[in-house]
């Protein structure tokens, strides 16, 4: 396999994990009767601290390479799983979840990696199938965590049994780590393009680079759309069409398998013919109408031909985002911008699980009215230096500069 493959593989065992767990933590922390402020301190707590963390793993897998951040982030990931599978005291459990958002590099320095071992005309592709990996493991995950807790388990372990699941799958990704990936960035490539001193003014520089801080606006607007829809659509399918808790698993399962077909198949045949920039606008646009069409739906065909929009727009702006971003940015920077992007996002979903879930309290459809006009707003975002931005790809690649 090839090391592409192989770190896709490690990016979708890990994602596994992780879906796995967070449709049960909060059933399992308040098994041991922990309060509401106790569950939502264990939920935030990874966020944030992935939010502090993530340049800084970025930055160092620039200048110590991307395998020993995959490592290290993989390990603690595995750690933090099987503490929670096995405490019940909410101090250790806060401490857990601290660990794996301080070592969560998983996914950005997976990006970097995909970035080191593509060049600029399969740079999408590669994002893109990292985003396949997201929407499997989005669409498996849970399925998975549905049946570990059906098992006829005796006492506490049933639901303790996904968390161990967890930390099993983190622990196989991390033996592939060590065991089949190789340094993507060798040692002589970062004596030669050594990364900026690692410091929060280095990370700004970072983002004064070209074009660099619109994308990374461009990304922080898209998730913070789209988060309203992961935070709300469960208690909206029950508002708005009364379905149980398993209608909503099938239609997140079908959301991500919609996604992970286009980010792993469609994206690939789609950006050689109109390249990034287009697919950003046309994704927007996409994803724009769907969240339209949801604060509309008043039926399951509506709702269907929403989630469609939604799915395949989304699938679309994702890797092409990423995509881009790894095109115009130096080789010695992929890491921190990456980091950068993945701390950015977090804070995006943060304020977006928020305000959507405030806004459902308000009206039902509200929620993915915010997300529209988010959408637009990214859209206009998008218009302004696109133009731009093609044309210093061109002259970048007239000129040979882009990696």
Same mark, same amino acid.
């Given at each position: ?6 770190? +896709? ?12 767990v967070m449709p049960l ?6 098994? /041991?009767?922990?309060? *509401? ?8 707590? /990874?966020?944030?601290?992935?939010? &502090? ?10 200048? /110590? ?26 101090? +250790? ?8 958002? %301080? ?35 989005? =669409? ?36 592939? +780590? ?25 990370? =700004? ?5 070209? *074009? ?23 208690? /909206? ?11 909503? %698993? ?12 286009v980010q792993g198949g469609? &994206? ?7 390249? *990034?920039?287009?697919?950003?606008? %046309? ?18 065909? *509506? ?17 092409? =985002? ?14 921190? +911008? ?45 218009m302004r230096f696109m ?17």
């Amino acid at each position: 396999m090839s090391p592409l493959g192989i770190v +896709v593989l490690i990016v979708l065992i890990d994602l596994l994990g992780f879906t796995v767990v967070m449709p049960l933590l909060a059933p399992f922390a308040e098994q /041991y009767g922990f309060r *509401e402020w106790q569950i939502g301190l264990l939920f935030s707590a /990874y966020p944030l601290c992935q939010l &502090i963390a993530g340049p800084i793993l970025g930055r160092m897998s620039d200048r /110590y390479g991307r395998r020993p951040i995959l490592i290290f982030s993989q390990a603690g990931t595995a750690l933090s799983f099987l503490i929670l599978g096995l405490s019940r005291n909410f101090t +250790v459990m806060l401490l857990a979840r601290m660990l794996d958002g %301080a070592s969560g590099g998983n996914i950005l320095v997976a990006q970097a990696y995909v970035a080191d071992v593509t060049t600029p005309e399969n740079r999408s592709r590669g994002m893109g199938l990292i985003g396949m990996a997201f929407g499997l493991g989005f =669409v498996m995950g849970p399925l998975l965590g549905g049946v570990l807790v059906s098992l006829p388990i005796a006492g506490d372990w049933r639901l303790r049994l996904p968390f161990l699941a967890a930390a099993g799958f983190s622990t196989l990704a991390w033996i592939l +780590v060590l065991a089949r990936l190789p340094e993507s960035r060798p040692m002589e490539a970062r004596d030669r393009e050594a990364a900026r001193v690692l410091s929060w003014r280095g990370l =700004v520089d970072t983002m004064t680079l070209p *074009e660099i801080g619109q994308l990374m606006l461009l990304g922080f607007l898209s998730v913070l759309a789209f988060a309203a829809l992961e935070g709300t659509l469960s208690l /909206y399918l029950r508002r708005r069409m009364d379905w149980n808790a398993r209608s909503a %698993a099938f239609v997140f399962a079908g959301l991500g398998l919609l996604s992970a077909l286009v980010q792993g198949g469609l &994206i690939r045949r789609l950006v050689p013919r109109f390249g *990034e920039p287009r697919l950003i606008g %046309a994704g927007i646009a996409i994803v724009a109408l769907g969240f339209a069409g949801l604060a509309l739906a008043s039926g399951a065909l *509506e709702l269907a031909g929403a989630i469609v929009l939604v799915g395949v727009g989304h699938g679309l702006v994702g890797p092409s =985002v990423s995509g881009l971003l790894s095109r115009i940015t130096p080789a010695s920077e992929q890491g921190a +911008v990456f980091g950068t992007l993945s701390s950015a996002q977090t804070l995006a979903r943060m304020i977006s699980y928020s305000t959507a879930n405030l806004l459902l309290g308000r009206a039902t459809a509200a929620p993915y009215w915010f997300g529209f006009g988010v959408y637009l707003a990214a859209g206009l975002t998008a218009m302004r230096f696109m133009t731009h931005l093609r044309l210093h790809l061109e002259k970048s690649q007239q000129a040979g500069t882009t990696r």
